[in-house]
């Protein structure tokens, strides 16, 4: 708008009645094209999908690791049937399943099934593996608060 009001100002200034009508509508077309917009996109939604210092099997969740901080953001997409093998996570974890199901098994039997939208925040250093039982591929995205040059998964 900026660009547009300063030679326009200086025109209006040395215009007539004609000129500042003509600016008078430019701007309300202008005033409605904001206030249009904005009722369009509406107020801001924030919805906590997790908030918690337990993992989904109600263990405390441990310290943040020492060192430089270092965040892995990952998309993950397992296929039909398959189930990825046991591991485990040695840094905190969360995350949202985007498509599809999944179902997650801890060494002591502790079971959770997820759907899309839902959110897990994951068991740390504690054995593990999921599998997707459903009929489409699984899409995941997990965040990860680790470490400089330290691991995010430890294979079994």
Excluded: C
């Excluded at 008078?24 to 904001?34: D, I, P, R």
């Excluded at 593996?129 to 400089?148: H, L, M, R, T």
Aim: glycine share 8%.
């Amino acid at each position: 708008y900026l660009v547009l009001i300063k030679p326009v100002f200086s025109f209006y200034r040395k215009g007539g009645f004609r000129m500042r009508k003509l600016l008078a509508g430019v701007s309300l077309v202008f005033v409605l094209l904001n206030s249009s917009f904005a009722a369009e996109t509406g107020p801001v939604n924030v919805e906590v999908l997790a908030k918690t210092d337990k993992s989904w099997n109600n263990q405390q969740l441990p310290h943040y690791p020492n060192g430089v901080a270092e965040v892995t953001i990952l998309r993950i997409t397992i296929p039909a049937g398959m189930e990825l093998p046991m591991h485990k996570h040695p840094v905190i974890n969360a995350g949202i399943m985007l498509r599809g199901e999944l179902t997650v098994v801890t060494e002591d039997n502790d079971i959770l099934k997820l759907e899309a939208g839902d959110a897990i925040v994951e068991v740390v250093d504690k054995w593990h593996y999921g599998i997707n039982e459903g009929k489409g591929p699984a899409e995941i995205v997990v965040f990860y608060a680790g470490a400089e040059d330290a691991p995010i998964t430890v294979n079994y």
